[in-house]
């Protein structure tokens, strides 16, 4: 039905953005707070040497990184002045070709922070600006990244690891700029070492970098529209990324065409180019390496260029060698094993122009012998899960769709496993399981309740990954969400999203009584069971008046659901009682209607009601229906304010009797209404 997301989007950043841990006001990483650092080594004329994160071994690795590793033998820690003769922070703004991959297994992080270089205003999320080797310089950088619900601000000294003279990990393609370099050491610090980093999914290091909530496609079983959804999304500011799966065995050996196994790329780019007659789908993807490109169909080399339009050709060719290359999208089919799509959430963009999530958030924690109960095939213990309940209040937009339905995205994030790995653990095996809810239940469910209700959806198989996400479709109404380990007793601290994407439809994301309006008389024309003519301004005026609390004369997010959920109420009752199906009410359809809803009126009033709402056949459409129910609640909600007691009478001194006037003129009630309600107006002492 209809769309609150939209409406939803100013008002949920400003939510997002009141509180400790938002962009605006982000967690100092472990106290360390970069303005007072810095001014400290500026004074004291010294550069910053990090306390935090040491350059030590440990910082480097534990296994394969460790000290007596071949990769890590004649390694030293260097300021970039001591590399090159002039470093800079980022040259000419940042590019893909500052992401190159070094000695450490962080294609997929690198891939990520390629991505980042599409969207400037995402990248200086991450990357602050005001950063420099020149003015100010104190040998100290901070990087924000998004961990587990918050954004935190990682601080860092600028001594990187070197071999030969070179930089030992992530590097520029000049060789001349730091900014990736110095962001993987945060990234490094925030996991507790460089080789803590090795090992993961692009879309790990998309979360970690917009907060947003990332999807997978398997592509050897792909959605029939695979090409939209992605269009869609880089349409929206997604970032995406994709790989080739392969045994550890068989790790970044050439596949097909010079596509590398067990390796992360990004996608970049999606479009159509005019060959021979017919649209070719070409995708755009990079190779963190910097080099080695696809070598196949449109590849920076292929002959097929020259057989298209020379002003498309100019507008998508690319640089030679410089690791990204277009392909034929059939071929990345055929050639990659999975697609991530990172969804952004409402704060990452301030642009109203793309696509954007609305988020719910919990937390949670497994502990041992309490609330670890492992998956439904342990139901002993099962139900001593977390559990989480969520209301689906909007049905989807899509007006061909029969079923009434609510799709949404859950994810589940598993919190700081990278931590364990130096004492050789990981993530665990995670999914969780979707539970209809049924009346007055509490949120936490007993054993009996899962031995007798099978779940409404799943994640599916348990994985171990960080995160597990799925999209999922269910009616309206309540829901319980039970996060689980796959096995009992596995201790973790997690997070469960909710997500829903919304369109924004207005640009101040308030809802004025012209919008509201427009709102209202799109959406139910979409009913062809009922008979409108469309609310009138008049009616939409009272609906503002009704439900805005702040007397802003708009109606905020929470005003606008509050309404229309009493309005999709009030649908389902004229449906109910409009009794011959003629998608108008009868005198009498009305009362029973209105009586429903714990409206009961004397004769007299109903009358008044059927004589100032009906049309020349004696029957009441569904506008006019909400708009007599709207004036009900109003004066039923207004005159009880008169009577604290409950005695059924209102005395009123001059000033309340002036302000029932007010509101008598404001709702064009008749006189009438009062004497309904038994009201009885002291005018002692007026003249």
């Not at 970069?34 to 040497?49: D, S, V």
């Not at 990278?418 to 209809?436: C, D, L, M, Q, V």
């Not at 201790?491 to 004025?512: G, V």
Request: proline share 4%; aromatic share 12%; net charge positive.
């Amino acid at each position: 039905m209809i769309s609150l997301r939209g409406i939803a989007a100013k008002l949920e950043r400003d939510r997002l953005h009141a509180g400790v841990g938002d962009h605006q006001n982000s967690v100092k990483y472990r106290g360390q707070d970069y303005n007072t650092l810095k001014q400290r080594c500026l004074e004291r004329g010294i550069l910053f040497e990090d306390p935090k994160f040491l350059v030590v071994p440990s910082s480097i690795g534990f296994n394969e990184l460790g000290p007596n590793s071949e990769k890590t033998q004649g390694m030293c820690w260097k300021r970039p002045s001591e590399i090159v003769a002039d470093p800079q922070f980022i040259v000419g703004g940042a590019t893909r070709t500052d992401v190159c991959q070094g000695d450490l297994g962080d294609c997929w992080l690198l891939a990520a922070i390629g991505s980042l270089t599409l969207n400037e205003e995402l990248l200086h999320r991450v990357v602050p600006h005001g950063q420099s080797f020149q003015k100010d310089y104190a040998g100290i950088f901070h990087f924000q990244i998004w961990q587990f619900g918050k954004w935190v601000d990682v601080v860092i000294d600028d001594r990187l690891p070197t071999k030969d003279g070179k930089l030992l990990f992530v590097h520029s393609a000049k060789y001349q700029d730091f900014w990736s370099a110095l962001l993987e050491k945060a990234y490094a610090k925030l996991n507790g070492s460089y080789e803590a980093i090795s090992m993961g999914r692009v879309s790990e290091g998309f979360e970690d970098f917009t907060g947003g909530v990332a999807e997978t496609y398997d592509l050897k079983r792909p959605p029939r529209n695979l090409s939209k959804i992605i269009c869609k999304a880089l349409r929206r500011g997604s970032l995406l990324g994709c790989a080739i799966d392969k045994s550890a065995l068989d790790m970044e050996e050439d596949a097909f065409k010079k596509l590398v196994k067990g390796h992360a790329y990004s996608v970049t780019g999606f479009n159509w180019v005019e060959y021979r007659g017919r649209q070719e789908e070409l995708i755009r993807v990079r190779n963190p390496w910097g080099y080695r490109e696809w070598t196949g169909a449109w590849s920076d080399s292929s002959s097929k260029w020259n057989q298209i339009d020379p002003d498309k050709r100019d507008k998508l060719l690319l640089k030679m060698k410089d690791g990204e290359f277009w392909m034929p999208f059939r071929d990345f089919m055929r050639g990659f094993s999975r697609l991530e799509i990172c969804n952004l959430t409402p704060d990452a963009l301030t642009t109203e122009e793309t696509k954007k999530w609305n988020t719910t958030l919990f937390e949670g924690s497994w502990q041992r012998g309490s609330t670890a109960g492992g998956s439904i095939n342990h139901p002993a213990t099962f139900w001593s899960n977390p559990q989480f309940k969520i209301k689906l209040l909007e049905e989807d937009d899509d007006p061909d769709d029969e079923e009434v339905a609510c799709s949404f995205l859950v994810a589940l994030m598993q919190k700081h496993r990278r931590k364990e790995r130096h004492t050789g653990g990981g993530n665990h095996s995670i999914g969780f399981a979707i539970y209809k809810a049924q009346g007055g239940q509490s949120v936490h469910l007993k054993k009996n309740f899962f031995l007798r209700n099978k779940p409404q959806a799943d994640s599916g198989t348990f994985t171990k990954l960080r995160e597990v996400s799925r999209r999922i479709r269910l009616p309206p109404g309540e829901y319980i969400i039970v996060p689980s380990t796959f096995k009992p007793n596995k201790k973790a601290d997690f997070i469960l999203r909710q997500l829903i994407l919304f369109s924004p439809l207005f640009q101040d994301m308030e809802i004025s009584v012209f919008e509201l309006r427009t709102i209202l008389n799109r959406e139910i024309a979409r009913f062809k069971d009922l008979k409108t003519d469309g609310f009138s301004m008049d009616s939409c005026r009272n609906m503002v008046n009704l439900m805005d609390k702040d007397g802003s004369a708009c109606l905020d997010l929470v005003e606008f659901q509050i309404l229309w959920n009493k309005i999709r109420n009030w649908l389902n009752v004229f449906r109910q009682y409009d009794l011959d199906k003629s998608g108008t009410m009868s005198s009498y359809e009305m009362r029973l209607a209105l009586e429903s809803i714990g409206f009961k009126l004397d004769n007299k009033l109903h009358q008044v009601i059927v004589a100032r709402y009906a049309d020349e056949s004696m029957g009441v459409d569904f506008d006019n229906f909400v708009c007599c129910l709207v004036k009900l609640e109003t004066m039923f909600r207004f005159f009880p304010s008169l009577d604290p007691k409950g005695r059924g009478n209102a005395v009123m001194n001059l000033g309340q009797v002036r302000k029932l006037r007010l509101f008598l003129f404001i709702f064009n009630y008749p006189f009438l209404f009062l004497e309904s309600l038994g009201c009885y107006l002291d005018m002692a002492g007026k003249k």
